[in-house]
């Protein structure tokens, strides 16, 4: 079994104007989810293996404030592709791509909308589910997807084989 977890960036700020989309930082909300949902993983023992995270500055910003509620360091990798906004496909290659042997599992995936959220709904089963639901209606910033694979390898996860199983949110968590 393989699982993943696919976390958007927390909110970012907007005040400086002429700075690059890239370049954006988190305002005080985001920092606050960022680090909530850090401390809410690792309650719940969503630990990832291997992290594959968008260079953007607010996803970056995400991952740093998260990953002192960690209880463990976690190699990360910097993918230039997860920089997307696109229908998913890019994220879904990027999972494809992790060729360790083992596969680690849990991955996490650190991106931005509207990629994260095509790519939860392309990997996850079709049909009545109270998760996928949550997903379709909204993925906020800071929001985590967690989908499992009855898989071996990322290279062979197909869409709509994934089993959502929850979708967690700084509103979840009071924040």
Do not use: Q
């Not at 690059?20 to 630990?47: C, H, I, Q, W, Y």
Request: include cysteine.
């Amino acid at each position: 079994m393989l699982r993943l977890m696919l976390l958007r960036h927390a909110k970012s700020s907007w005040s400086e104007s002429g700075l690059a989309d890239s370049a954006r930082p988190l305002n005080g909300r985001g920092r606050r989810a960022a680090t909530a949902m850090g401390v809410f993983m690792a309650g719940k023992e969503l630990l990832p293996m291997l992290i594959l995270c968008s260079p953007a500055v607010r996803a970056l910003s995400t991952l740093e404030l998260a990953r002192p509620a960690l209880p463990r360091a976690i190699e990360t990798r910097i993918i230039d592709n997860l920089y997307d906004f696109g229908d998913g496909s890019a994220v879904i290659d990027a999972i494809r791509a992790v060729k360790d042997s083992p596969s680690p599992s849990p991955l996490m995936v650190i991106g931005h909308n509207p990629s994260l959220e095509g790519a939860a709904l392309a990997l996850g089963r079709a049909g009545l589910s109270l998760v996928r639901d949550r997903i379709a209606t909204k993925y906020p910033t800071a929001g985590l997807a967690v989908i499992d694979f009855a898989a071996d390898h990322w290279s062979t996860i197909e869409p709509g084989t994934g089993e959502m199983v929850s979708f967690t949110t700084p509103r979840d968590l009071g924040v």
